[in-house]
């Protein structure tokens, strides 16, 4: 997803043209009413039935009380701004998948809505929590920030919470010893390559994912245990995700383990499509609107 830090961008903008609006309040403000009230003064005994007597008053009544295009903007643009940044911050969030590694969950050009609450209430840019709600439950779909790319916005679904034992090997997911059960929905041998559709169950969410038939590089064997402080993630595109089971692999190798995401980088509960667009050429649709599972 993107990588665009558009929580800074916003309350930069919020800020700047706040601080105008503050200092036109305090400074300009005044000035501007003394040229109102010295036109008003000029024009006390002006015949303002008069046409053009009228014209002369109005005339002069906008120049004096004229703003600087900067502070005329400025004012213009901050509510709209800070409702944005309200909304944005501590609401709801959009975001438009840009990659297959949901599918089937999430396709290339939905557009989804994420909860920035569910999870915490957390200062902007700074992401640090202020108010605790609830945490992540496994099977849920959570927009983050990877260790690897702290500066980028993924989007996965939560396997593994913090002690967990998670092992995967030839497309079993197991946890904590249990084995996740699975049921066929759909084989597909003709696609290249070759997958099965299937659906899971964990805790209290069901939801399908792909797999190949022959298992991928990430799918063969994998067995981590998720520290305290820090979840375990994967895509429902399970051979064509790179999640948890592969951030390791950039790891330096005297830097932290960065196969799981810290509760510091969370940003919200992915919770519904509100719309799907391929490209700017194609026509926006509706019909995969509705809820994640």
Known sequence: ????????IL????????????????????????KLDAVDKQFERANLADKHQKEAYQQALEAAGKEPV???????????LALVFVLRSFIAEPFQIPSGSMEPTLEVGDFIVVNKFTY?????????????????????????????????????????????????????LTIN?????????EVNRSAR????????TLGDNTYTVRKHLEPGRYSRYGSWVVPEGHYFMMGDNRDGSHDSRGWNELNPGNGPD?????????????FAIWMHW????SVPSFERAGAIH
């Open 1 to 8: 997803m993107s990588s665009i830090n558009l929580p800074l």
């Open 11 to 34: 309350t930069l903008a919020v800020f700047v043209t706040g601080l105008v609006w503050l200092y036109d309040a305090l400074v300009l403000a005044k000035p501007r009413k003394q």
């Open 70 to 80: 900067w502070v005329e903007y400025s004012k213009s643009f901050f509510p709209v």
């Open 120 to 172: 915490g209430i957390r200062l902007p840019v700074l992401n640090n929590e202020v108010i605790p709600v609830n945490k992540p439950e496994r099977g849920e779909v959570m927009v983050f920030f990877p260790p690897h790319q702290p500066e980028t916005y993924f989007i996965k679904r939560v396997i593994g919470l913090p002690g967990d034992t998670v092992t995967y090997i030839d497309h079993q």
């Open 177 to 185: 010893g249990e084995p996740v059960e699975e049921e066929v929905v």
């Open 193 to 200: 390559p070759a997958y099965r559709v299937v659906r899971e």
């Open 258 to 270: 960065l196969s799981f995401v810290s509760e510091d980088a969370i940003v919200g509960k992915a």
């Open 278 to 281: 391929d490209s700017l050429f």
